[in-house]
C-alpha cells in the first residue's frame, strides 16, 4: 500500500519560502511513469495544480507559479520536496502531494493535505 506523509511548517511569514515534503512508502518515486505532483487548494476555491517532479528527476511547473516554484528529490529518502518562493497571504492553501500513475491520468494516492497560512 503506497502512502505520501507530508511534514512541514504551517505557519510561513511573508516574503518567505514556504517548504512543504512528502515522504513516500510502499513505492519508489523513481518507478517509471510516475509522476508527483504538488496541489493547493486556496480557501473558498478549487484545487490549483501546482507542479511535479517524474520518475527521471524532471519537473513541469504551473506558467503561473514558474517563478516562485521548485520541486526537488531525494531518492535515498523516497522524498520530493515543494520550495515556494516569497510568499504572500494568497498562497494560504491547503497544501496536497499527490502521484500520477502516468501522465494525464487520475491521482491514485495523496498525502493528507498540510494548512499553510501566511501571515505575519
Known amino acids: 500500500q503506497v502512502q505520501l506523509q507530508q511534514s512541514g511548517p504551517g505557519l510561513v511569514k511573508p516574503s518567505q519560502t514556504l517548504s512543504l515534503t512528502c515522504t513516500v512508502s510502499g513505492g519508489s518515486i523513481t518507478t517509471n511513469y510516475y509522476y508527483w505532483s504538488w496541489i493547493r487548494q486556496p480557501p473558498g476555491k478549487g484545487l490549483e495544480w501546482i507542479g511535479y517532479?517524474?520518475?527521471?528527476?524532471?519537473?513541469y511547473y504551473s506558467p503561473s507559479l514558474k517563478s516562485r516554484t521548485s520541486i526537488s528529490r531525494d531518492t535515498s529518502k523516497n522524498q520530493f520536496t515543494l520550495h515556494l518562493t516569497s510568499v504572500t497571504p494568497e498562497d494560504t492553501a491547503v497544501y496536497y502531494c499527490?502521484?500520477?500513475?502516468?501522465?494525464?491520468?487520475?491521482?491514485?494516492?495523496w498525502g493528507q493535505g498540510s494548512q499553510v497560512t501566511v501571515s505575519s
Open positions: 499527490a502521484r500520477e500513475r502516468g501522465y494525464g491520468s487520475p491521482y491514485d494516492y
Open positions: 517532479i517524474d520518475d527521471s528527476g524532471s519537473t
